[in-house]
T-cell receptor, first 114, second 111 residues
Framework: GAVVSQHPSRVICKSGTSVKIECRSLDFQATTMFWYRQFPKQSLMLMATSNEGSKATYEQGVEKDKFLINHASLTLSTLTVTSAHPEDSSFYIC??????????FGPGTRLLVL | SQQGEEDPQALSIQEGENATMNCSYKTSINNLQWYRQNSGRGLVHLILIRSNEREKHSGRLRVTLDTSKKSSSLLITASRAADTASYFCATAYQAGTALIFGKGTTLSVSS
């Protein structure tokens, strides 16, 4: 099956720093990738849709200036959490669709902001 | 925004028993998918059912879809301890669009 990787798998940072998370589709090209966030014991919430070569589309309530998304190539999307604060601590998961149906999810990145 | 609800929120059963989880959604869909998530880990895709399908099987999994009621069910037969996980349904409004997840059912299978 298709493989999507994320890096790093976990990160601990100080409040006020920025953190970049990479999402890569390893064996297929993805013009669209999605970023989700999952708080403890909750479901996944869509944050934004990342489109290769154009601006990301953010869901209501997600600050685009705080969560910067760049989709520079057909296999890489990055999410940068700028000036992270403890309330940004969460599990961030990306996904990509190869065949317009099944979405393949990355293993997730656990962010802890101290 | 959260698309749907799942019930039960938590389910505890013995090994060998069947587990049934239900999912309801609010808008029209292109497909509905079920995922499993072990604690603190990523998602594993289980099965996809399209809006024009009513039932689908995969191994010990059986999924039904009732578009008139906007609901789906996931049946895991002959459950095993390894099936212990959270299960989420997710809907796609159109093919290739973002998935909207339900709140999930936490399944605990004891041996």
């Amino acid at each position: 099956g298709a493989v999507v990787s994320q890096h790093p798998s976990r990160v601990i940072c100080k409040s006020g720093t920025s953190v970049k998370i990479e999402c890569r589709s390893l064996d297929f090209q993805a013009t669209t990738m999605f970023w989700y966030r999952q708080f403890p014991k909750q479901s996944l919430m869509l944050m934004a849709t990342s489109n290769e070569g154009s601006k990301a589309t953010y869901e209501q309530g997600v600050e685009k200036d705080k969560f910067l998304i760049n989709h520079a190539s057909l296999t890489l999307s990055t999410l940068t959490v700028t000036s992270a604060h403890p309330e940004d601590s969460s599990f961030y998961i990306c996904s990509a669709s190869r065949d317009q149906e099944t979405q393949y999810f990355g293993p997730g990145t656990r962010l802890l902001v101290l | 925004s959260q698309q749907g609800e799942e019930d039960p929120q938590a389910l505890s059963i013995q090994e060998g028993e069947n587990a049934t989880m239900n999912c309801s959604y609010k808008t029209s869909i292109n497909n509905l998918q079920w995922y499993r998530q072990n604690s603190g880990r990523g998602l594993v895709h289980l099965i996809l059912i399209r809006s024009n399908e009513r039932e689908k099987h995969s191994g010990r999994l059986r999924v039904t879809l009732d578009t008139s009621k906007k609901s789906s069910s996931l049946l895991i037969t002959a459950s095993r301890a390894a099936d212990t996980a959270s299960y989420f349904c997710a809907t796609a409004y159109q093919a290739g669009t973002a998935l909207i997840f339900g709140k999930g059912t936490t399944l605990s299978v004891s041996s």
